[in-house]
């Protein structure tokens, strides 16, 4: 069994600052990926940001420049550093841990985390 448990999200205005963070426990195996998703109201889930164990990231065109994904391998937690943040970045930000076991890939999430971006 794996749980992500998420923390970080709230209140900021336009051009500000936000930092998320989610550890991973459990059977977690080595090679996995992490990442955020996102749900803004009336929209489906949509991919944020990922990261290798290994280190190697992906972020969605509308974060690039703005949003950082880092991760700590020793503690299995992953760290979204938001900057200059803009009102359409306002959602329901998912933590997820995905990884292959005998060919099947599992994927785990989190229970979310509001992030609201207003003035």
């Known amino acids: 069994q794996v749980r992500l448990a998420e923390s970080g999200g709230g209140l900021v205005q336009p051009g500000g600052s936000l930092r998320l963070s989610c550890t991973a426990s459990g059977s977690i195996l080595r090679n996995n990926i992490m990442g955020w998703y996102r749900q803004a109201p009336g929209k489906e889930r949509e991919l944020v940001a990922t990261?290798?164990?290994?280190?190697?990231?992906n972020y969605a065109e509308s974060v690039k420049g703005r949003f950082t994904m880092s991760r700590d391998n020793a503690k299995n937690t992953v760290i979204l550093q938001m900057d200059s943040l803009k009102p359409e970045d306002t959602a329901v930000y998912y933590c997820n841990l995905a990884m292959v076991i005998l060919g099947q890939e599992y994927n785990y999430w989190g229970q979310g985390t509001q992030v609201t971006v207003s003035s």
């Open positions: 990261i290798t164990n290994g280190g190697s990231t």
